[in-house]
């Protein structure tokens, strides 16, 4: 028959999952095998991320997928968030917890970089955004705080490749994930050895990187055992969640789609073939990261629903509990417009009293503060809109071209209140799904690469016949434009 199964490890910052992914007359279903918690883990004055508790969870899952499949899955892949890392000694083994991209110490390297090259040199080199959790900035603050664990390291190992690596003893770079790090230059896909040396890091721990869709190795013979599969092979797809996550948009062909992966960040951007690094993509702080199948993923890093999810948390601590489907429905229940944030505030990228934050800016801006979580809810959602409209205004003059439908996918799908909220201001059609892109995109990579699906565009057109999308047509335009053009930055 011309049945096949696949399996997706997709490993988000809030939550992961292992799904069965079945592709059968050109359409493709989604099964959950197992779902777990994530998340940053306290450790003393850091925040790290509990590798060994993940990896036990990605291979309960795995053992569940291959009992459902009688162990007739064609591979496996894995994916995951972008510029964090694992260090291995020269035994193969990882020598501590990864810290998480939030963790403190990342703050001040952008400044400490700039001083050894330019930020327009550093831009001009890889064609990415600065944050300051790039993995560049990353390695620099491991330089100059702990260079003794440095001297031990013998590979650095990117998050989604190093559960690969520790199921199949291959260390690679995939492109997509190694394409965040800002080391990678954009115009020719590798390490940038220039700039390496420059920062004098060390290009022999970086794997070598691979395309997405390679097929990196093969389970090992005691995981194999352990997980009652047999040595199943092991794909790099995009690695990098996003890439998957863009991979799998249900575009239509000749359609001019801009797309928003929608989770803990709101990643807005289009697909191009080229990177586009100039002056002012440079100063508009717009990143090109690699898609894949030789896309380029031009795009912008929104602060997301982690503004939400990092009130819900603040809340919670202090004894109030609410789900997301509830603080959406208290947005949905309150006057919008009362107040307007720009998401894109240094200080909300850090863990920590989400609303107080928010009432800060707020409060500078001259508008009401407010303890409400409703409101604060309201503010969050209002916001998002409007960094939207405005990432997409400016992808639009930077490229000369005109989108006419925004394609949101992911787990941001289910904030409808958000979806409604981003037709309205952008004065477009927004196309909502699949919640599983990220899931269907590595699946759909891991097809290509066994022959079962020819194209990106095949892929894309399954993903369409194979879930529901959700259309939003814009309302109240006319409020939404004033609201916008009247945002005080
Ligand atoms: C989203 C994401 C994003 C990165 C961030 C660290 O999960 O991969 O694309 O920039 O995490």
Redesign the pocket.
Same mark, same amino acid.
């Given at each position: 028959s011309n049945q096949k199964s696949y399996i997706a490890v997709d490993l988000?910052?809030e939550s992961g999952r292992v799904m069965l992914g079945t592709i059968s007359d050109k359409k493709l279903t989604l099964e959950e095998m197992h779902r777990f918690e994530t998340g940053a883990t306290p450790r003393g004055d850091s925040i790290r991320w509990d590798v060994e508790r993940i990896f036990g969870e990605i291979k309960t899952g795995i053992a569940a997928a291959a009992k459902k499949t009688g162990d007739s899955a064609v591979s496996i892949a894995f994916d995951s =968030? %972008?510029?964090d890392f694992g260090l291995i000694g020269k035994d193969g083994k990882l020598l501590e917890e990864p810290f998480h991209?939030r963790d403190e110490r990342n703050l001040g390297m952008i400044d400490e970089a700039s001083k050894i090259l330019s930020k327009r040199e550093i831009y001009e080199n890889t064609g990415i955004q600065f944050l300051q959790f790039n993995t560049l900035f990353q390695l620099l603050s491991l330089k100059k705080s702990r260079p003794e664990i440095l001297e031990m390291t013998d590979k650095i190992i990117m998050m989604a490749d190093l559960f690969a690596y520790m199921l199949c003893g291959r260390a690679f770079s995939e492109y997509t994930l190694a394409s @965040?790090g800002q080391m990678v230059d954009m115009r020719t896909g590798q390490w940038n050895s220039k700039l390496l040396k420059t920062f004098d890091i060390d290009k022999d721990m970086l794997p070598e990187i691979v395309k997405p869709g390679t097929v990196v190795g093969k389970i090992s013979p005691e995981a194999a055992k352990e997980l009652g599969c047999t040595e199943l092979a092991v794909v790099a797809c995009g690695s990098?969640? @996003?890439a998957c996550a863009v991979a799998a948009v249900p575009a239509e062909k000749d359609s001019q789609w801009a797309y928003l992966s929608s %989770? @803990? =960040?709101s990643?807005l951007g289009l697909e191009v073939d080229e990177p586009i690094i100039n002056d002012e993509t440079f100063s508009e702080q717009f990143t090109n990261e690699g898609g894949v199948y030789g896309t380029i993923r031009l795009l912008k890093?929104i602060m997301g629903l982690w503004l939400i999810q990092e009130s819900r948390r603040y809340w919670l601590e202090n004894g109030k509990e609410y789900s997301y489907p509830e603080l959406e429905d208290m947005a949905e229940k309150t006057e919008p417009f009362q107040g307007v944030v720009d998401t894109q505030y240094h200080e909300f990228m850090m863990p920590g009293d989400m609303p107080a934050k928010i009432n800060r800016c707020l409060e500078k801006l001259g508008y009401e503060c407010t303890d409400e979580p409703a409101k604060i809810s309201r503010v969050i959602v209002d916001s998002l809109a409007v960094a939207y409209r405005k990432c997409l205004e400016r992808l639009e003059a930077l490229t000369g071209k005109k989108t006419n439908v925004l394609h949101i996918v992911g787990g941001g799908t289910k904030h409808l209140l958000l979806c409604q909220c981003a037709a309205n201001i952008l004065g477009r059609k927004v196309a909502a799904g699949p919640v599983e892109a990220t899931a269907s995109g590595n699946v759909l990579v891991q097809a290509i690469a066994s022959g079962q699906v020819e194209s990106l565009e095949e892929a894309r057109e399954m993903v369409a016949n194979s879930f529901e999308v959700k259309i939003y047509e814009p309302k109240d335009t006319d409020k939404w434009d004033a609201f916008y053009k009247s945002v005080p930055f």
């Open positions: 988000g910052a =968030w %972008g510029v991209y @965040t990098h969640d @996003t %989770g @803990t =960040w990643l890093n």
